[in-house]
Nanobody
Framework: VQLQASGGGLVQAGGSLRLSCAVA????????TGWFRQAPGKEREFVAA?????RKYYEDSMKGRFTISRDRSTVYLQVNSLKPEDTAVYYC??????????????????????WGQGTLVTVSS
């Protein structure tokens, strides 16, 4: 399984971006995906997840500005009203199968088996 994140870049505060994560190798298997981000000097934090059953979870502080979606082989993260504090490397992750879990489960990095290389989002003020 390979994940390739893209779509990051430099954007002004208030702008929008759509991040993409191409998933290869598990197209025919059920899988769940998540987006995480890591700002300089900080721990990796959960942003959003879309499960194998198409259920969506969001970190509370990111509801309303972040939207996760997916098609058969790509996961997207739409980010609106960007703020300088959104500056981070954004990572996509995947876990195969049908894990039974809730927000607490999908927000934990160690529940994911596969990770992409990350895409940098820089928001200028």
């Amino acid at each position: 399984v390979q994940l390739q994140a893209s779509g990051g870049g430099l954007v002004q505060a208030g702008g929008s971006l759509r991040l993409s994560c191409a998933v290869a190798g598990c197209t025919f298997n059920p899988y769940s995906t998540g987006w995480f981000r890591q700002a300089p000097g900080k721990e990796r934090e959960f942003v959003a997840a879309c499960t194998w059953s198409d259920r969506k979870y969001y970190e509370d502080s990111m509801k309303g500005r972040f939207t996760i979606s997916r098609d058969r082989s790509t996961v997207y993260l739409q980010v609106n009203s960007l703020k300088p504090e959104d500056t981070a490397v954004y990572y996509c992750a995947a876990v195969q199968g049908r894990p039974v879990g809730d927000l607490a489960y999908y927000s934990r990095t160690n529940n994911y088996d596969y990770w992409g290389q990350g895409t940098l989002v820089t928001v200028s003020s």
